[in-house]
């Protein structure tokens, strides 16, 4: 819903008045859309603070690091009981991490400050 606030969808897709029809086509464009790509599209349009901007590369990278490369991480060791344990800790912690990501961007949407809210935790 970010993005359909934002003044650059409205220049360039040239509407006067968001209609449903026109939501549930953008809702669906965006839904087929990777994380990347979305916060490419939040970056263009709405003009980002540094901090919010380095935050978003902050959660795509979190993101992909838990989709492409933490498995990998623990390679063969991950059947290894001691492992569990190390395995666990970091989840939890890259959990908490894109928990406080999702809770910022809610709140973000709400007040409709993506250039001026800071990036600060709960």
């Known amino acids: 819903m970010f993005l359909l606030q934002g003044p650059e969808l409205r220049k360039n897709h040239k509407l006067i008045e968001l209609t449903p029809e026109i939501i549930d086509k953008i809702g669906m464009e965006l839904d087929r859309s990777t994380l990347g790509t ?3 599209k939040l970056k263009k349009h709405y ?3 540094k901090n919010n901007e380095i935050y978003l590369k902050e959660v795509l ?3 992909n690091y838990l989709t492409h490369k933490f498995f990998g991480t623990y390679g063969k060791r991950m059947y290894l009981p001691d492992t569990w344990p190390v395995m666990k800790k970091e989840l939890q912690g890259l959990l908490s991490f894109l ?3 999702s809770y910022i961007f809610m709140r973000w ?6 250039n001026n809210e800071p990036t600060e935790n709960k």
């Open 109 to 114: 949407s709400r007040i409709d400050s993506w």
């Open 61 to 63: 990278s979190t993101r």
């Open 99 to 101: 928990e406080d990501a």
């Open 38 to 40: 979305l916060l490419k």
């Open 47 to 49: 003009n980002l603070r």
